[in-house]
């Protein structure tokens, strides 16, 4: 994730937060104390958001001390102390929220995505997330799902085509959805992959037939037509098993061979897992 628009999506928070003043610290710390806290462990799960908060102190409390005993992507129990910060007492109190809300949410998406990809991890399948995301908070909650082990879909409407069901509708049809996709990138002078939803067999059969498809997104499939579909398709591109996919559906569609399955759920339906950042 690129690192400027992390910053920017930081300063945001701490603006959203602090607004004209943290007036409970300023008014029962005083300016010139120094302490320390460390990030304790509640939870069992997957850690993430390590590098936010380094950046969080960063900006917030210059000259500060951390020290790491866990990365992103690391196993955690409750007791693990995760790092500890020691610097300014007033800007401390302003980064503990802003931290364990990114980190909480952070840690909750890559705990689930790690999940969903421990149950095929013996399988070529490639575990994907989705534009099901908070507004505002994609980046991260993507960060999180590859810290998880999963793989991003595309990050926004501008580095993939993805002709799903209205797309198709409203231009006329698969072909023509297709054929006018083709040509708009010819026009602009872009080159991102297509993919093309498909709600049964008939539609992965003109897929085909048009030859312009990179991935072919098999939407409510069940096993048995998700398997006659990647047989059919043949490795002529893609294949990725899309919706409603649950922790106990996750390995009956990837043993039908698709390269990919992707799972809304990764970041819109999460628990976020408990942090706290106490004194020491």
């Known amino acids: ?45 997957i850690i993430a958001g390590v590098d936010i908060a380094k950046i969080i102190f960063d900006r917030l409390m210059p ?99 993805m002709l799903k069901d209205n797309h198709i509708d409203y231009a ?13 990138q010819k026009e602009k002078n872009i080159s991102i992959p297509i993919e093309v939803e498909a709600r049964d067999m008939s539609e992965v059969e003109e897929i085909l037939a048009t030859g312009k498809a990179d991935r072919i997104m098999l939407d409510n499939f069940d096993y048995a037509t998700t398997r006659a579909a990647v047989e059919l398709i043949n490795n002529r591109c893609e294949t990725e098993s899309s919706g409603g996919i649950t922790l106990d559906t996750i390995r009956g569609y990837a043993e039908c061979g698709v390269d990919f399955v992707s799972v809304g759920a990764l970041t819109h339906q999460i628990h976020s897992l408990d942090l706290s950042l106490k004194a020491v």
Not at 175 to 184: D, G, L, N, P, Q
């Open 1 to 45: 994730m690129n690192n400027d628009l992390k910053i920017r999506l930081i300063e945001l928070a701490i603006a959203e937060d602090i607004g004209n003043g943290d007036h409970t610290s300023l008014a029962s710390i005083p300016s010139s104390a120094t302490n320390k806290a460390e990030l304790k462990v509640k939870d069992n799960g």
């Open 63 to 161: 000259g500060h001390k951390i020290e790491i005993f866990m990365k992103d992507g690391d196993k955690m129990k409750p007791g693990d102390i995760a790092f500890t910060i020691e610097g300014n007492t007033q800007k401390l109190l302003q980064a503990e929220r802003l931290v364990l809300n990114f980190m909480q949410r952070m840690s909750g998406i890559a705990t689930l995505t790690n999940k969903y990809v421990s149950k095929i991890a013996d399988l070529n399948t490639k575990v994907l997330d989705t534009r099901k995301t908070t507004p505002g908070l994609r980046l991260i909650e993507k960060e999180a799902v590859k810290i998880g082990g999963g793989y991003n879909h595309r990050i926004g409407l501008y580095d993939m085509m």
């Open 172 to 184: 006329g049809g698969i072909t023509k959805a297709i054929e006018k996709a083709v040509a708009y």
